[in-house]
């Protein structure tokens, strides 16, 4: 298997990673734990960012993977890639905005903008494991 093939294994495993960790911070910050709420989610953020950096190695070593699924679930498969990559373009800087506002210990706009921020970050993961599996496992030709 080359490379190019592999990656999309390692990113679906990436972002699985990424929303097992924002499900473990949220639990954390929800009972007052914040040093391990801080701790997961930089665990997120750095398993984010190898994503970032596979999605992007992938997309310039493979050719582009058309989607074969046919019939109703082909709308529905445009419909939540086209938000997957709206919202994840959307909720980078709010992460980041986040991440900083917390590590300079603003929490007030920290808890203000993460309200926002979590729940957009988690559907990005969640949308991209869903992704994964309709083109690559259920749908796949091979």
């Known amino acids: ?35 391990a709420h801080r701790r997961l989610m930089t665990a997120a953020l750095i398993v984010s960012a190898l994503f970032l950096i596979g999605y992007g190695a992938y997309h310039l070593l493979a050719p582009i993977f058309v989607f074969r699924g046919t019939g109703w679930i082909r709308p529905v498969y445009y419909a939540l890639l086209i938000s997957h990559v709206v919202l994840a373009a959307l909720s980078l800087p709010m992460i980041l ?24 970050w988690f559907y990005v993961s969640v949308s991209g494991v869903v992704v994964y599996l309709l083109l690559y496992q259920i749908y796949n030709p091979d």
């Open 1 to 35: 298997m080359l490379p190019a093939q592999w990656l999309p294994h390692v990113n679906a495993s990436l972002n699985l990673l990424a929303t097992i960790l924002l499900v473990a911070a949220r639990v954390q910050i929800a009972r007052g734990h914040i040093d």
């Open 97 to 120: 905005s986040a991440a900083w506002l917390g590590a300079t210990g603003r929490v007030t706009a920290h808890r203000r903008l993460a309200r926002w921020t979590w729940p957009l």
